[in-house]
């Protein structure tokens, strides 16, 4: 299966969650989950290795997304790994501006090698520890209007990271289990809402999405 034989499919679960997510740059983000699955022969970005299971387990959990209605302008993708789900928020967005952070260099190397096949302009790859970001790069000192993270830590361990970097009324994003807990306050963040999502075969699974808004 190419590229764009899955390109009408992901598409289609864009706009059924509300985004309108165009041909050319759902080809762009197939390219670069191809691009990263070669990659990963030789470096280990992602455990699944079916390309049909990558699709539903990266590509469109990624875009699920677009269920909270955000519009981001600056987002970060903290501990972004294989790239998943920035790369698809940058995809939904074209006009935001989105850095995919990890403290692991070789990774960062690799989805940036991945991004330049894939041609997704937009997209800043930074080598960093979450943890060290604020000290380290003042310019990050809230600077970002929606964070995201998925498979980082507990919502918890997330939060305590994210607060930093993100604006006052910004927005954490976390990917999570269908029956994982939200707690309704994390710090200064507060439980905006959850969404509650599936993914198709041939990957099915329940999932949430958890959305907290910083507080002043």
Not at 59 to 72: I, M, Y
Not at 147 to 152: G, M, T
Request: glycine share 8%; net charge positive; proline share 6%.
């Amino acid at each position: 299966m190419t590229d764009q034989d899955d390109v009408p499919a992901v598409v289609a679960f864009a706009k059924a969650r509300g985004a309108e997510l165009a041909a050319d740059r759902a080809a762009a983000l197939l390219r670069y989950l191809d691009a990263m699955l070669v990659v990963n022969e030789q470096i280990n970005l992602t455990a699944v290795r079916d390309r049909a299971a990558a699709v539903v387990l990266h590509v469109l959990d990624g875009l699920a997304f677009a269920a909270t209605g955000l519009r981001p302008r600056h987002v970060l993708d903290l501990g972004s790994g294989n790239g998943f789900p920035g790369v698809a928020i940058a995809a939904l967005h074209p006009g935001a501006s989105v850095v995919l952070m990890d403290r692991t260099g070789k990774k960062v190397r690799a989805i940036g090698g991945c991004l330049v096949t894939a041609g997704l302009p937009g997209i800043e790859t930074l080598h960093l520890d979450a943890a060290q970001a604020p000290a380290l790069r003042r310019d990050l000192r809230h600077a970002f209007d929606v964070v995201v993270a998925r498979a980082v830590g507990r919502p918890a361990e997330v939060a305590a990271l994210a607060e930093p970097l993100l604006r006052p009324g910004g927005s954490l994003v976390l990917w999570l289990e269908a029956d994982a807990p939200c707690p309704p306050r994390l710090g200064k963040l507060s439980l905006e809402r959850r969404h509650a999502y599936e993914l198709p075969a041939p990957a099915a699974r329940e999932r949430q999405l958890a959305h907290w808004r910083h507080r002043q």
